[in-house]
């Protein structure tokens, strides 16, 4: 008998790349095509919106949750602007090696912005685009919503993986590492480490670069 699939095997399974965006370095997956395909493969799926939280230094968190098969997990994610700083009720400056910069106050445009984010962080914990965040170009495995074409690219990338390429900065590698650190900060340096070092051989020196971005 043929064993049934797992939600996160259906979902993580799914190809999203046609649906992203790359906006400052950060890879984004339409919330809508996410929350159509999880109904489609998971119809029984639900989401709720959990309150804003708000610290006047740490600024603005938003919380979701989703259930899915019995099955709920909560995510979080803070409003953040363009350079990934904290946005709060009022506009603060910050300092760097470029000079001092201003993060906006944050409006309710930001915020539901950042909701919606959440939602498809949340998703991803199911396997939905989960693969994005671990700064990989391909779901492990091929189904029908993938097209043969790119399954051929699946095996490819498995045969290969024995030659792991060097990381080097300002390459499009580099940025992507960049993005998937920068969202993933509370994963904190071990978990982080040891998935990019499944995928990149890392110099000690960019193995400093990355631990610096998880503690800014």
């Not at 996160?8 to 370095?25: G, P, T």
């Not at 989703?66 to 300092?95: C, F, H, Q």
Request: charged share 30%; net charge neutral.
């Amino acid at each position: 008998m043929e064993s049934k699939q797992t939600t996160f095997e259906k979902l993580s399974a799914i190809n999203v790349n046609a649906k992203v965006e790359k906006k400052s370095n950060l890879t984004y997956l339409s919330w809508a095509w996410a929350w159509s395909e999880t109904k489609k493969a998971c119809p029984d799926a639900t989401y709720k919106i959990g309150v804003v939280d708000y610290d006047e230094v740490l600024g603005f968190m938003c919380h979701t949750e989703v259930k899915i098969e019995g099955e709920t997990l909560e995510m979080w994610l803070p409003v953040m602007d363009g350079a990934n700083k904290s946005m709060r009720k009022t506009p603060y400056n910050y300092t760097t090696r470029y000079g001092e910069k201003t993060v906006e106050a944050a409006t309710s445009f930001d915020i539901n912005k950042t909701i919606m984010r959440c939602l498809v962080k949340n998703l991803a914990m199911f396997g939905m685009g989960i693969y994005i965040y671990a700064g990989e170009d391909l779901p492990d495995t091929p189904t029908e919503h993938t097209p043969v074409a790119e399954s051929s690219s699946i095996n490819l990338k498995k045969e290969t993986t024995e030659e792991l390429p060097d990381l080097k900065k300002g390459t499009e590698n580099w940025d992507k590492v960049v993005g998937y650190v920068t969202t993933n900060k509370e994963l904190g340096m071990e978990k982080i480490g040891k998935q990019l070092t499944r995928k990149y051989k890392i110099s000690p020196a960019l193995k400093k670069e990355i631990a610096k971005l998880i503690t800014e």
